[in-house]
C-alpha cells in the first residue's frame, strides 16, 4: 500500500485578508531556488517512500508555476516515486492565473483532479476577502478546466463572513450547484490573530458572525447540495458519487503521507515531521544536505489513537471499534469508551452495533467533540 504524497507551494500574488496558511507574496524571486529544493527533498525521502497513491499540489497558489516548471515538478516526482495507476492527482488552481494552454500541460502531467478556490459567489465580498479574482474570472477558469479534459473539479467556498447575509450565501451556492462541479468544500470563516481580518477585528472594524446565524447558513448548504445529487462525506465537503477527495481521507484516517517543501507536514510510520516554516530557511537546509524537518514527534499510542477517533469522526461515516481496535492491536474501549458513552448521552455522538459517528447536533459543535480526544 502507498502513501499520500504532498508538496507545498507557498508563494502567492496577493495574501488573502484571512489567510494563515504558511505562504508569502512578494518573494517569487526565490520560485527557481526553492523548485529546485523541492526536487532535492523529493530525492532525500526516496529510501522512505515508493509508493505513492495520492499527490496533492497545494499552497499558497501552485498555480502560479510556469508551464516548464509544472512539466519539470512532475517529471521529478515520477523519477523518484512510483505513482499508482490508479492514484488521484489533485492540483490547486486559483482564477486569474491559469491559461487554456497552462490547464492543458497540467492535465497532460497527470493531475485528475482540480481545486479552485472561489471563497464566493459575490464580486464585493471577493475584494473584502482580499482575492485577486472576480466571479467572472472563476467562471472562465471552470470552463477552461472542462475544456482542458478535466472531470473532477472541486470548488472551495467559505461561509460565515462578518458582513455576510443568509440570501448572499444562498446565491453563491445556487452559482456554483448552476455549474454542477464534482466536488464542494465548504469552510466556516475562522478569524486568525496575525491576519489583516485579526487585527481589523481587534480594532473593532469588524465583528464575528452571530454563531446561530452562521449555524444557519452550515445547515441550509448542507439541506441545498444533497438535494441536488451531493454526498454529505465530511463536515466540509460535499461529492457526487465516485468523487470524494481521496488524498484527503488519507488525512481523516490518520494514515501515512509524506509532505514535501516550507512547512509541510509528514507522518509516516506513527512519526510525525514538520519541516520549517520560511522559504529561505527551507532552502538552506535542504541544500546543506540536510533535511528540513524542525519537528519531530513520536505518537504514544494512546494519543495516536485520539487523533485517529478524533480524524475519524470528521468523515459522516464514522468508524468501527472493531476496526481500531484491530489496527491499534489494544483495547480502545477501555481507553474511550467512557467518552464515547457520556458524548452519546449528551446526543453529540451516535453508538450503535460498535459504530460511532457524529449526530446532526454533534455536527453543529464538531470542535468541542474533538477535544475530548486530543
Request: hydrophobic share 40%; with cysteine.
Amino acid at each position: 500500500m502507498g502513501v499520500g504524497l504532498y508538496l507545498h507551494f507557498p508563494f502567492c500574488q496577493q495574501k488573502c485578508h484571512y489567510c494563515d496558511f504558511n505562504s508569502y507574496a512578494g518573494m517569487e524571486h526565490l520560485l527557481p531556488r526553492y523548485l529546485e529544493a523541492i526536487k532535492q527533498e523529493l530525492f532525500m525521502y526516496k529510501v522512505h517512500v515508493s509508493v505513492v497513491d495520492t499527490v496533492y499540489i497545494g499552497g499558497g497558489t501552485p498555480s502560479l508555476l510556469s508551464i516548464n516548471d509544472i512539466t519539470k515538478l512532475f517529471d521529478s516526482i515520477r523519477r523518484n516515486f512510483y505513482i499508482a495507476d490508479w492514484a488521484e492527482i489533485t492540483m490547486e488552481v486559483n482564477p486569474g492565473t491559469c491559461t487554456l494552454d497552462k490547464l492543458r500541460v497540467i492535465r497532460m502531467n497527470g493531475v485528475n483532479r482540480l481545486s479552485v478556490g472561489l471563497q464566493s459567489f459575490n464580486n464585493e465580498s471577493l475584494q473584502r476577502l482580499g482575492r485577486i479574482h472576480s466571479v467572472e474570472d472563476f467562471i472562465r477558469t471552470y470552463q477552461m478546466a472542462q475544456q482542458a479534459g478535466f472531470t473532477n473539479i472541486n470548488v472551495d467556498l467559505i461561509y460565515g463572513l462578518p458582513w455576510q447575509t443568509g440570501e448572499e450565501w444562498q446565491d453563491t451556492l445556487a452559482g456554483v450547484v448552476e455549474l454542477n462541479p464534482e466536488h464542494i468544500s465548504i469552510y466556516g470563516l475562522t478569524i486568525e490573530e496575525d491576519t489583516p481580518f485579526g487585527c481589523a477585528l481587534k480594532a473593532g472594524k469588524i465583528q464575528k458572525m452571530d454563531e446561530d446565524l452562521e449555524a444557519e447558513m452550515y445547515e441550509n448548504a448542507v439541506k441545498l447540495l444533497k438535494a441536488n445529487g451531493y454526498d454529505h462525506y465530511e463536515i466540509s465537503n460535499f461529492a457526487k458519487p465516485g468523487k470524494r477527495c481521496r488524498h484527503n481521507q488519507i488525512y481523516w484516517r490518520n494514515e501515512d503521507y509524506l509532505g514535501i517543501g516550507a512547512g509541510a507536514t509528514s507522518y509516516l510510520g506513527r512519526v510525525r515531521y514538520t519541516n520549517v516554516k520560511e522559504i529561505p530557511r527551507y532552502i538552506e537546509k535542504v541544500f546543506g544536505n540536510d533535511y528540513a524537518t524542525v519537528e519531530k514527534e513520536a505518537l504514544k499510542l494512546e494519543k495516536m489513537i485520539g487523533e485517529t477517533i478524533m480524524l475519524n469522526l470528521r468523515l459522516l461515516d464514522g468508524f468501527k471499534m472493531g476496526d481500531l481496535q484491530k489496527r491499534f492491536k489494544t483495547d480502545v474501549d477501555s481507553l474511550y469508551g467512557p467518552t464515547i458513552r457520556v458524548l452519546a448521552n449528551q446526543g453529540l455522538l451516535q453508538e450503535e452495533e460498535g459504530l460511532v459517528k457524529l449526530t446532526v447536533h454533534g455536527l453543529l459543535v464538531a470542535n468541542q467533540v474533538f477535544q475530548r480526544f486530543v
